[in-house]
């Protein structure tokens, strides 16, 4: 498989043309309790300061735990920043990149290649018992 970070950032991309990506841990809170079965694919970003935020960690337990009784993909990557580059609005960055979601394409719509191998990876990683893979996105 090509690198799962290039992926990683073609289905943002492509996600973010369609207006199918919230970012956001509580905008991305809301869509999983009232509609689970939109969201496709569930982008943890951790930083520095991830340490030292108890209520964060508390939030990715829960997220976490959300996608594995919903059979929602999630992936871990390490530099918030730059996922906030990938997904803001150029005009302003966002504040709150550490959850990201990826919903699904409109019905009839063709699938996301990038993000059919996401799937994969993902499903490859729990296979080794790596339930949350982390992943470095491409610099720009």
Not at 14 to 41: H, L, W
């Amino acid at each position: 498989m090509e690198s799962p970070g290039k992926s990683l950032k073609e289905a943002l991309l492509c996600a973010q043309s369609e207006n199918r990506v919230t970012a956001g841990v509580y905008e991305s809170a809301k869509i999983m309790t009232d509609d689970p079965d939109s969201v496709s694919f569930c982008v943890l970003a951790t930083d520095e300061q991830f340490e030292c935020d108890i209520a964060l960690q508390i939030h990715f337990t829960l997220i976490q735990s959300f996608c594995f009784d919903n059979d929602i993909s999630i992936i871990r990557v390490s530099d918030v920043q730059r996922l906030a580059e990938l997904v803001g609005d150029k005009a302003e960055q966002l504040e709150d990149a550490h959850c990201v979601l990826i919903t699904n394409p409109a019905e009839g719509s063709w699938e996301d290649p990038a993000l059919e191998k996401l799937h994969l990876f993902c499903e490859e990683s729990r296979r080794l018992n790596d339930w949350v893979p982390e992943v470095s996105l491409p610099a720009r």
